[in-house]
């Protein structure tokens, strides 16, 4: 669906429940995102696809074009509390150090803007989960205030839409 110059993107289905259990079963992935069993990843994944067929958007698989191989997940989330889309990212740690994550959330980030009505997106990050907060701010995002999700404390980062290419600062074009 998205290709950049090292991944491709597609949609996560119900078919990737065996490698999302995998990728959040990890110690230092399920540190800031919570891990699954196989029933909990299905009912994520069925959420996931409903977010899919309702709004057009949703979380992907991540991809390396050269192997086909699957290193984690990234895309555009709608979170009904907050009534924000969500930029997020998680990668197997096998696969940290790279660019990959800054990379595919890049894609999305210009695809959000490029297609969905919104003036911003968030990004929700522990205050303590550093290389994510680093990714958001490779991106252009800052902090925006603090919430709590799934009660926990969070640092809600967010990146306001380019501005217009015939605006004065120059930037982005809103379709
Ligand atoms: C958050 C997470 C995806 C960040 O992964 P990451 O590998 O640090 O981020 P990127 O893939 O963008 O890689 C960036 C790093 O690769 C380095 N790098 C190496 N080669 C590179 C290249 N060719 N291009 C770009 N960056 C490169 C960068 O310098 C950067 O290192 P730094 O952050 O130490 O400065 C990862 O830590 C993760 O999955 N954590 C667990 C789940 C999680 O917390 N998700 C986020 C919830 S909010």
Known sequence: ??????????????????????????ARVNRFVPAFSPTQARERLERVEAQWA???HGLCAVELRDTGEFIGRCGLNHWPEFDEVEAGWTLAPRHWGHG??????????????????VDYLTA????????????AHR????????????????????????????????GGERR
């Open 1 to 26: 669906m998205l290709s950049t110059a090292r991944l491709n993107l597609r949609p996560l289905t119900t078919a990737d429940v065996d490698a999302l259990v995998a990728l959040h079963a990890d």
């Open 124 to 135: 929700m990050i522990h205050p303590e989960n550093e290389p994510s907060a680093r990714v």
């Open 54 to 56: 309702e709004r057009g």
């Open 139 to 170: 991106l252009g995002f800052a902090p925006r205030r603090q919430d709590t999700l799934f009660g926990k404390p969070i640092t809600v980062y967010a990146l306001d839409r380019p501005p217009a290419p015939n605006h004065p600062t120059g």
């Open 100 to 117: 990959y994550a800054t990379e595919a959330a890049r894609a999305c980030v210009d695809w959000g803007f490029d297609t969905l009505d």
